[in-house]
């Protein structure tokens, strides 16, 4: 019994931290602002005003306060991996769609632009 008891204590204490999920590190909002500035990738400055970018596009709306306009992360996500699928006439590229962007380097941007 008592190791039923010790078991379940550990189950208890031990379940609910796996389903905390980590804050993204230093080094993976880099590789997201990498791959945002890259031209041959995010190249996110084309069309958006970003904090730190030198002559932004300015077809996009300016990339700030993310986490407030995109409470959901998978909202974001899917805003990068395909905007026509909630505007059927935008311009911005299918960065995941059409595999501009590996699923690493997305989930990058969306850690770096929850950053802004």
Same mark, same amino acid.
């Given at each position: 019994?008592?190791?039923?008891?010790?078991?379940?204590?550990?189950?208890?204490?031990? +379940? !609910?931290?796996?389903? @905390?999920?980590?804050?993204?590190?230093?080094?993976?909002? $880099?590789?997201?602002? #990498?791959?945002?500035?890259?031209?041959?990738?995010?190249?996110?400055?084309?069309?958006?005003?970003?904090?730190?970018?030198?002559?932004?596009?300015?077809?996009?709306?300016?990339?700030?306060?993310?986490?407030?306009? +995109? !409470?959901?992360?998978? @909202?974001?996500?899917?805003?990068?991996?395909?905007?026509? $699928?909630?505007?059927? #006439?935008?311009?911005?590229?299918?960065?995941?769609?059409?595999?501009?962007?590996?699923?690493?380097?997305?989930?990058?941007?969306?850690?770096?632009?929850?950053?802004?």
């Amino acid at each position: 019994m008592t190791h039923i008891c010790m078991i379940a204590a550990a189950v208890f204490f031990l +379940f !609910p931290m796996s389903l @905390v999920a980590d804050e993204p590190g230093e080094e993976q909002i $880099e590789l997201g602002r #990498k791959v945002s500035f890259d031209s041959m990738k995010g190249n996110c400055l084309a069309c958006h005003m970003m904090s730190g970018g030198e002559q932004p596009g300015n077809f996009g709306p300016p990339l700030i306060q993310m986490k407030a306009r +995109f !409470p959901e992360r998978s @909202v974001l996500h899917r805003q990068i991996w395909d905007a026509t $699928e909630k505007n059927p #006439k935008s311009i911005m590229p299918p960065f995941g769609k059409h595999g501009i962007l590996s699923e690493e380097e997305m989930d990058a941007v969306v850690d770096y632009m929850y950053a802004l």
